[in-house]
Structure formats: C-alpha cells, structure tokens
C-alpha cells in the first residue's frame, strides 16, 4: 500500500513563509491532496493538484509536486497565528470500478509565533 | 449544505464493552468512509461504502469491528469488544461519487473521540 510522509513539526515567526513537505510513494497517485485540522475537528482540504500538475496556487498556498522525486510541497505565503494547525498530506489513487483510496500521511503541526 | 453529522462527540468505556458510532453523510454523498486516528498520526482508513456496499475493508479489525450503512445513507461503526488501544478519533467522511475524475474533495466529520479505560 500507499505510504505517505511529513516532518512531524514545523515552527514559523507570524508573516513569514511556511513550507511543509511531503513525500508519498505510490506513483499512481492521481490526486495529491492538502488538508488542515484544527484541534478538536475534523479535517478541512485546503488545495489539491492532479498528479499531471507542476505547480498550482491558490491566494497564500501554493502547491509544489515533483513526480519523479514524488515529493509534494505546501507553502503558506504571510504565515497568519490562525494557520496553526495540523496539515495532512494525502495521496488518491483511482481503483477499479472509479472508487477512489486515499492515503494520509502522519500530519505536520504548525506552530506560528507571534 | 449542512455538513457530516456524527455522534456522540465522545464516549468514555472500560475494556471489553461496546459502543457505536453513528454518522449521517451530507445528502446526495455516495461514498462513505470512516477512518480511526490516533493521536499523533494521521486518519488510517478502516472501511469505505460505496452506497450501501462495501468497497475496501481491508484494515478493518473484524473480529471486534463491524459497520453497516443501510439505505446506502446512515452509517453505524461498532467496536464489541473494545481493547485500550482502540482509543482514539473516529471520523466519518463522505465524497460525491465521481467516476470520471476518480477523485473530489472528502467531507470531514467532527468526529468521536472514544477513550477506553
């Protein structure tokens, strides 16, 4: 099966750049997906990218996908303290009958200093 | 639209009892899964209903885990009997189905938070 990986903790001064990253190894991912939980929630997605995508953006995120290093990015422009949370990255891969598996990963806990 | 519905929010019981989780996916959602997260890692899927119909069970402990939806809405998780390292988040998630693209955005639950003394 799928694994997908994250550095556990990512700490970041209010206003600067997060980058959080994301490693995955099944290549038959077709959707690669970024979702954020708040403690005591569930998960909310942020963004995803089609695994034929280089690069996708959307307002303070942008999504960096390296295929051939099945590397995945997520980079929070203007890091706000409300963007503390956990982000999971997670990986879908179609099967047969177009259901859809996806995979998370362990979750990178952001920590926004004031 | 109103989102997922799950309940109860949290339920604290000894090893060896039961207990069931109840969820009500947003209306029109074919896809229905539930995933156990422990603190500290991220969602591990237990079980996918595609309508009324199991599609992927495969970690799903069945000796003491079972889930059915019914109607192809409603879904119940129950655990008989629990063990310690079943505490954890319980979270129900549901997707419109979408055969062309094979993917769409999954709609989180709260989830129950069931801690086993």
């Known amino acids: 099966g799928e694994d997908v990986e994250q550095s556990l903790f990512l700490s970041v001064r209010e206003g600067d750049s997060s980058v959080i990253n994301c490693t995955y190894t099944d290549s038959s991912s077709t959707y690669l997906y970024w979702y954020k939980q708040e403690p005591g929630a569930g998960l909310q997605l942020l963004t995803y990218?089609?695994?034929?995508?280089d690069m996708k953006q959307d307002q303070r995120l942008t999504v960096l996908l390296n295929k051939k290093d099945k590397h995945l990015s997520l980079r929070i422009a203007d890091t706000q303290t409300g963007d503390s949370a956990i982000y999971f990255c997670?990986?879908?891969?179609?099967?047969?009958?177009?259901?859809?598996?996806?995979?998370f990963g362990t979750g990178t806990k952001l920590q926004v200093i004031p | 639209e109103a989102g997922v519905a799950q309940s109860p929010r949290y339920k604290i019981i000894e090893k060896r009892q039961s207990v069931a989780f109840w969820c009500n996916p947003i209306?029109?959602?074919?896809?229905l899964y539930w995933y156990q997260q422990i603190l500290g890692q991220g969602p591990k899927l237990l079980i996918q209903?595609?309508?009324?119909?199991?599609?992927?069970d495969s970690q799903l402990p069945k000796d003491r885990f079972s889930a059915e939806r019914l109607k192809g809405v409603d879904s119940t998780l129950k655990i008989q009997p629990a063990k310690l390292e079943d505490s954890a988040v319980y979270l129900c998630?549901?997707?419109?189905?979408?055969?062309?693209?094979?993917?769409?955005?999954?709609?989180f639950g709260p989830g129950t938070r069931l801690t086993v003394l």
């Open positions: 990218i089609f695994s034929n995508m």
């Open positions: 997670a990986g879908g891969s179609k099967r047969s009958g177009g259901y859809q598996k996806v995979t």
């Open positions: 998630a549901t997707q419109a189905y979408d055969l062309g693209t094979g993917g769409s955005e999954q709609f």
């Open positions: 209903f595609q309508n009324n119909g199991v599609v992927d």
């Open positions: 209306s029109g959602h074919a896809t």
